[in-house]
Nanobody, 121 residues
Framework: QVQLVESGGGLVQAGGSLRLSCAAS??????MGWSRQAPGNEREFVAA???????DYADSVKGRFTISRDMAKNTVYLQMVSLKAEDTAVYYC?????????????????WGQGTQVTVST
């Protein structure tokens, strides 16, 4: 059974930092990504990492968020700094069986349950 389990969410003040983790089990993913969904909004792309370590970020998080992975642990991370109120959302990790990451949620076949990030002002 394939599972993606996110952790590390919580409540943080604006300007603070959080590190999200996503542990995959049941298969190894060559590309993984993070998306988020705020109340009343559609799910949006945040970051992706490809098989060779190449990364891609949404403009809204570029320079503040960093995606990384530990292949040995089959885990992907999202380091978030300088958090803003508009970063408040449920964050989801996703895995795909292709080499490159993608900005399209439909390109990912596996999703975690999500972890809540709330940034207070």
């Amino acid at each position: 059974q394939v599972q993606l389990v996110e952790s590390g969410g919580g409540l943080v003040q604006a300007g603070g930092s959080l590190r999200l983790s996503c542990a995959a089990s049941g298969r190894t993913f060559t590309a993984m990504g993070w998306s988020r969904q705020a109340p009343g909004n559609e799910r949006e792309f945040v970051a992706a990492i490809s098989w060779n370590g190449n990364t891609d970020y949404a403009d809204s998080v570029k320079g503040r968020f960093t995606i990384s992975r530990d292949m040995a642990k089959n885990t992907v991370y999202l380091q978030m700094v300088s958090l803003k109120a508009e970063d408040t959302a449920v964050y989801y990790c996703a895995g795909r069986r292709y080499l490159d990451g993608s900005r399209r949620g439909s390109d990912y076949g596996y999703w975690g349950q999500g972890t809540q990030v709330t940034v207070s002002t």
